[in-house]
């Protein structure tokens, strides 16, 4: 079936960077774009960013533009986010999660299990 | 690219119905019909449940519906259950390969 397979939970310090992965399996890996979502604790959904599979291309959202990387290994299928000079609000579950393509057009139709990261000294 | 307001709570007895507003500006909400819908249970990963402002993906039941009109959507949930109780949030196209998210809305079910 369908998945996204998130790696572990990580505890990182201030000033750190941590590296996110998500594992797609079930479907044709560069049909897809795939998106990161963030989530802080008790609060909203924050959209990060998009990653083109197929040609690398990424889209960064202005908050993040500098701090963030969205990289594909097309080899295992897997997409990777790293988020650089950690702060404690960033401390957050993050999300991969694809969009549709034509049976869902741009919307979140499949979602990875979440990873924890939590930034403290 | 601000988030999209929506209401922080809503309610209903079970088998009412329960209305969500979700406003945006003419850059997102009102710009393209690229509006989801997605249900988020506690420690749970959100669910997509309505996209493209009005569709349904397979699976979700039909009494959850979505609109929209100008600048705002909204999603019914009719005949209110149990199990539906959750977060919701609203998700918008903004353009240029960039998205936003609603600032979400909690329904109980009283």
């Known amino acids: 079936q369908v998945q996204l397979v998130q790696s572990g939970a990580e505890v990182k310090k201030p000033g750190a960077s941590v590296k996110v992965s998500c594992k797609a399996s079930?479907?044709?890996?560069?049909?897809?774009?795939m998106h990161w979502v963030r989530q802080a604790p008790g609060q909203g959904l924050e959209w990060m960013g998009i990653i083109n599979p197929s040609v690398l291309a990424t889209t960064y959202a202005q908050k993040f533009q500098g701090r963030v990387s969205m990289t594909r290994d097309t080899s295992t299928s897997t997409v990777y986010m790293e988020l650089s000079s950690l702060r404690s609000e960033d401390t957050a579950v993050y999300y991969c999660?694809?969009?549709?393509?034509?049976?869902?057009?741009?919307?979140?139709?499949?979602w990875g299990q979440g990873t924890m990261v939590t930034v403290f000294s | 690219q601000s988030a999209l307001t929506q209401p922080p709570s809503a309610s209903g007895s079970p088998g009412q119905s329960v209305t969500i507003s979700c406003t945006g500006t003419s850059s997102d909400v009102g710009g393209y019909n690229f509006v989801s819908w997605y249900q988020q249970h506690p420690g749970k990963a959100p669910k997509l449940m309505i996209y493209?402002?009005?569709k349904r993906p397979s699976g979700v039941p039909h009494r959850f519906s979505g609109s929209k009109s100008g600048n705002t959507a909204s999603l019914t949930v009719s005949g209110l259950q149990a199990e539906d109780e959750a977060d919701y949030y609203c998700?918008?196209?903004?353009?240029?390969?960039?998205?936003?998210f609603g600032t979400g809305t909690k329904v109980t079910v009283l």
């Open positions: 079930g479907y044709t890996f560069t049909d897809y774009y």
């Open positions: 999660a694809r969009v549709g393509g034509v049976a869902a057009p741009l919307a979140f139709d499949i």
């Open positions: 493209e402002v009005t």
């Open positions: 998700s918008s196209y903004a353009g240029s390969d960039n998205y936003v």
